[in-house]
C-alpha cells in the first residue's frame, strides 16, 4: 500500500474575536465574529489528514506575533508563524532580532491590500525593511489585489534573493470569471524565481453561495503552467474560508486537482516546497 502524503496546510488564522480589532469583518461575515482557536483547527485537520500548519498573522500588531508564538509553543502541529511587524519602522531590526530568535517564527506579512497607496510596496521605507528580511532568515507573504501586481513585480525585482510567497493567488476574480488582466500579471511575476504562489482564498473571492469546483480550474490552470509543482503550497485561510465552504469542502478542491499530478509532484505542493520556504521541519 502506497504511504500517504504528509500535508501543510500553509495558510490559517487564529483569533479571540472583538469588534474594535477585526473591523474588517463586515455584517455579512457573522461566522467569524467568534473566537477561532488550535482546539477549533485541530479535529478539521485530522478529518482531512492535514499534518501542519503555518500561522498567519489577522491583526497589525507585534502583540499577535507573540500570541501566535505562544500558540506554536503549545501546539505542535503549528510548524511555523508568519507574523507581523512594522517593515516601515526604523526599529524594525529591534523587532526583527527578537521575534527571528525563535525557530517557529518563519516570516512577516503586511496587509498591503489595505493601504489606500497602491504603490505602497515601492516605499523606501517599506523596501529598506525588505531588504532587512533575508539577513534574518524569514519570508515574505505578498497580500494583493489584482491591481497590485505589477507593482509587486517591480519589488521583487530589486531583491532576487529574497523569498517571496502571493498568497491567494492574488485575489483573482473568480466570481466576475474574470482572467484578464490578473492572468498576464499573475505570468509575469512568476517568472521571478524567488517568488512562489499558495493555491488559498478561493472560495472567498467566487460566488459564496453557489461555487462549483470548476470554476476555480482555469486559475488553478493558470498558476500551475506559471509557477510550477515547485513553487506552489496549498492552504486552506481557515476560518475566513467558512464564509463561502467548510474546511473539508476547501482542501478537497486543491486535493482534486492535484491529483491529475505525479505522486512526486503532488508531494511537492502537499510539504515540499512548504518545508523548503518556510524552512520547517518534521
Not at 504528509?6 to 488564522?13: N, Y
Not at 524569514?138 to 529574497?162: G, I, K, M, N, S
Not at 480550474?217 to 465552504?245: K, Q
Request: charged share 25%; with cysteine.
Amino acid at each position: 500500500m502506497t504511504a500517504p502524503f504528509v500535508k501543510i496546510d500553509t495558510h490559517q488564522h487564529f483569533w479571540h474575536y472583538n469588534p474594535d480589532e477585526y473591523g474588517w469583518m463586515g455584517p455579512h461575515m457573522s461566522q467569524l465574529k467568534k473566537d477561532h482557536l488550535p482546539a477549533d483547527l485541530l479535529p478539521l485537520l485530522q478529518s482531512s489528514r492535514i499534518d501542519g500548519t503555518i500561522a498567519v498573522q489577522a491583526r497589525q500588531c507585534v502583540e499577535e506575533s507573540r500570541w501566535l508564538l505562544e500558540l506554536a509553543d503549545q501546539h505542535n502541529f503549528i510548524k511555523g508563524v508568519v507574523g507581523w511587524v512594522d517593515v516601515c519602522s526604523p526599529k524594525l531590526r529591534e523587532h526583527l532580532e527578537l521575534f527571528a530568535s525563535h525557530p517557529k517564527y518563519r516570516g512577516v506579512r503586511h496587509v498591503v491590500q489595505d493601504e489606500p497607496d497602491d504603490r505602497f510596496m515601492m516605499r523606501s521605507d517599506f523596501r529598506r525593511g525588505i531588504g532587512q528580511l533575508r539577513e534574518f532568515n524569514l519570508t515574505y507573504d505578498l497580500l494583493l489585489f489584482p491591481r497590485h501586481l505589477p507593482v509587486a513585480c517591480e519589488l521583487v525585482r530589486q531583491f532576487p534573493q529574497q523569498p517571496f510567497v502571493v498568497d491567494h493567488l492574488a485575489k483573482p476574480l473568480i466570481k466576475g470569471h474574470q482572467l484578464q488582466p490578473w492572468e498576464s500579471d499573475i505570468r509575469r511575476l512568476a517568472r521571478f524565481e524567488n517568488v512562489y504562489c499558495k493555491i488559498s482564498g478561493m472560495v472567498t473571492e467566487s460566488d459564496w453561495d453557489n461555487w462549483n469546483s470548476m470554476d476555480f480550474r482555469p486559475y488553478l490552470d493558470v498558476v500551475l503552467e506559471s509557477f510550477g509543482t515547485r513553487r506552489l503550497m496549498l492552504g486552506s485561510d481557515w476560518p475566513v474560508c467558512t464564509l463561502a465552504g467548510t474546511y473539508s469542502e476547501v482542501m478537497q478542491i486543491v486535493s482534486d486537482y492535484v491529483g491529475q499530478l505525479s505522486r512526486d509532484e503532488q508531494a511537492e505542493v502537499w510539504h515540499v516546497n512548504a518545508r523548503q520556504f518556510y524552512g520547517i521541519g518534521e
